[in-house]
């Protein structure tokens, strides 16, 4: 009897149908050498296996498993600062993909995080990512952004602001948070029409019996807090200011 | 995946299966570290994408897919001409060879990255990874038929490579 090789391996891969199996077994019990190209394939298959197994047994890099949790590799593990991981991501790998193509890794590590953190996947009323790829305050979150005063504490809200203030690029920018239980935090920027997100990080877990709002902005996660820092001109806006930006629509310098 | 619960039930299946597509992706990149750029982009790209897997399918195929699809997508953007991919005629970055018992599996490795990529992939799927025919045919989105007989192949020069006989040097 003639086999074909290929049907002798994929018999001896466990692939062959309950016909050709029945054909194979009777080659095998009349022909040595049916016998011997099979237990080669077997052979070669364990070989296989066993040569490349010593990886498995590795450490996983952390930053692989902070990638595979939506997690980039930041300081607190919880917490994201965009600048920072656009900095990891162009400084990791001086010779590697990355740096090849920065801006790209970083947008798509970026939205990732992002929607990895507000656990939203597709289309979302509160974050969207711009045709070059940032992230961008979806239709909810930039209607807070652009009409919300910061003591607005109203039930309903998708999103609570909380200080508003002009940056050093002249441009308004605001802090903000989610509803839910996997709430998130951020800082957003108005660029043109819409609000930019420059920081998104994850709120603690609010306590069962609380609102779903964190009561005040001076409970924003450090990494918000220290965006504010950084691009703070002068101080926060009051209730006044808010309502002189709004009627201005929060246009910046940059914007005008 | 329209839930965050569900969402993080998948991440934490997406961070078992890690050291496979580590394992997978040195059989696409020359170096480990290369390698590991490689799943990061394939798992950052998985995340986005979560609404396309669907539960009944298997997350490992999938993932090897997406990350088959990156490591394609890094060849053409770098003009095949790029040293980061394996060359087909060269061994020598798989480590020392300094202890004895590490022999016969730098000569598999060695023997590996003298396959043409395409038998090189159906090896690696089928033959180390343990995927079905028809998983690994989906992976690399060829017909059952093409897997099989880029598997034969690859076998078949892998074993005149390692066979006692055969001269590796």
């Known amino acids: 009897m003639i086999v074909s090789d290929e049907t002798l391996m994929a018999y001896a891969d466990g692939e062959a149908d309950a016909a050709t199996r029945a054909i194979i077994e009777a080659a095998m019990r009349e022909d040595p050498e049916v016998r011997r190209r099979i237990a080669e394939h077997r052979a070669m298959r364990e070989t296989m296996q066993g040569a490349f197994s010593a990886v498995l047994d590795e450490p996983v890099p952390q930053r692989l498993i902070d990638a595979a949790r939506g997690r980039t590799a930041a300081p607190a593990g919880n917490v994201v600062d965009l600048a920072d991981a656009r900095r990891a991501a162009a400084s990791r790998s001086p010779v590697g993909i990355r740096s090849r193509r920065p801006a790209a890794m970083a947008a798509s590590l970026l939205v990732g995080v992002a929607l990895g953190y507000l656990g939203l996947h597709g289309a979302s009323p509160l974050v969207k990512t711009s045709p070059s790829g940032e992230l961008l305050a979806g239709a909810g979150l930039a209607a807070a952004l652009t009409n919300q005063l910061s003591e607005d504490r109203s039930p309903g809200l998708v999103a609570i602001t909380g200080l508003s203030f002009r940056a050093k690029t002249g441009d308004y920018c605001r802090t903000f948070s989610l509803a839910g239980t996997h709430s998130s935090s951020g800082l957003a920027c108005r660029e043109g029409d819409g609000w930019k997100i420059k920081v998104l990080a994850q709120s603690p877990p609010a306590p069962a019996s609380s609102s779903n709002f964190r009561p005040a902005a001076s409970d924003d996660p450090p990494a918000v807090r220290a965006a504010v820092e950084e691009s703070i001109d002068g101080e926060p806006l009051d209730r006044a200011g808010e309502i002189t930006a709004r009627q201005a629509g929060w246009a910046g310098k940059s914007n005008r | ?169």
């Open chain 2, 1 to 169: 995946m329209s839930t965050n619960e569900s969402t993080e039930t998948v991440q934490e299946q997406i961070v078992a299966l890690l050291p496979r597509l580590r394992r997978f992706a040195r059989n696409l990149v020359r170096t480990p570290h290369d390698a590991d750029d490689m799943v990061q982009i394939a798992v950052e790209r998985a995340l986005l994408r979560l609404d396309q897997w669907h539960s009944d399918a298997r997350l490992d195929s999938w993932l090897f897919k997406i990350l088959r699809n990156a490591w394609i997508d890094e060849v053409r953007a770098r003009g095949r001409r790029a040293k980061l991919f394996m060359p087909e005629e060269a061994g020598e970055h798989v480590g020392e060879a300094s202890m004895e018992r590490e022999i016969d599996r730098l000569s598999v490795e060695a023997a590996m990255t003298r396959l043409p990529h395409d038998q090189r992939l159906a090896v690696s799927l089928v033959l180390v990874e343990g995927l079905a025919y028809k998983d690994a045919a989906d992976v690399l989105d060829v017909p059952i038929g093409t897997l099989t007989s880029r598997l034969a192949r690859g076998r078949e020069a892998l074993a005149a490579m390692l066979r006692p006989e055969g001269d590796l040097s």
